[in-house]
């Protein structure tokens, strides 16, 4: 009888023992998962301080400035040669407010473009004719989709008044150029599409 307790006191004991390392990697799994969703989320709502945001800005309005000049060049769509041009003013101007606010708080902004912003134009600057406007087009509405959200993100959370007041102003102006440079995408697409249907008509 006492045996028998013996026996199973013990199995209950080695059945605790066994349990407790997968009841502890189950804890393990679940506490790395919660640390990296909160990773995630905290990657994801982390804001830009202001002269973070001012040099980016900067970067970005050199781009558009060099972009649009390849477009006026470049473009065979009158659509993007129009869009490639008011890029070019419309970021020109964009980028003498930016360097005014900055100097008011002593911040240096970059003069070049940066190594992705120089890649992508080294890229669009190899393609000619139609795959050339479909290109810059698309790109122009993805970079003005994330510089919306960055640019309203400083309207509403920059600490800096010139720098926040600057983002504020220029985000109407990016907002239109979102809207045409979907336009000029919707163009491109329908100019492929009539010269496909000519190509196989002809054939």
Same mark, same amino acid.
């Given at each position: 009888m006492i045996k028998n307790k013996l026996f199973v006191f013990a199995l209950a004991v080695l059945t605790v023992l066994l349990g407790a390392p997968f009841t502890f990697a189950q804890s393990e799994t679940k506490a790395g998962s919660t640390q990296k969703s909160t990773?995630?989320?905290?990657?994801?709502t982390r804001t830009l301080s202001d002269t973070e945001f001012a040099k980016m800005a900067a970067e970005g309005g050199l781009a558009e400035v060099k972009l649009g000049q390849l477009a006026e060049e470049k473009g065979t769509d009158q659509a993007v040669k129009d869009f490639g041009k008011r890029m070019v003013t419309d970021h020109s101007k964009a980028?003498?407010?930016?360097k005014t606010a900055a100097s008011d708080d002593k911040i240096e902004l970059p003069s070049? $473009?940066?190594?992705?912003?120089?890649?992508?134009? +080294?890229?669009?600057? !190899?393609? @000619?004719?139609?795959?050339?406007d479909r290109?810059?087009?698309?790109?122009?509405?993805?970079?003005?989709?994330?510089?919306?959200?960055?640019?309203?993100?400083?309207?509403?959370?920059?600490?800096?008044?010139?720098?926040?007041?600057?983002?504020?102003q220029t985000l109407p102006t990016l907002e239109d150029h979102l809207k045409l440079a979907?336009?000029? $995408?919707?163009?491109?697409?329908?100019?492929?599409? +009539?010269?496909?249907? !000519?190509? @196989?008509?002809?054939?």
């Open positions: 990773k995630n989320a905290t990657s994801t980028d003498d407010s930016l070049d $473009l940066s190594a992705k912003d120089q890649a992508a134009y +080294n890229r669009l600057s !190899k393609l @000619s004719g139609e795959a050339f290109t810059y087009a698309r790109d122009m509405v993805r970079d003005h989709r994330t510089d919306i959200a960055e640019f309203r993100q400083e309207a509403q959370d920059g600490k800096d008044a010139s720098i926040k007041g600057f983002a504020s979907r336009q000029v $995408l919707r163009s491109t697409l329908a100019t492929n599409g +009539n010269t496909t249907k !000519k190509t @196989s008509h002809s054939s």
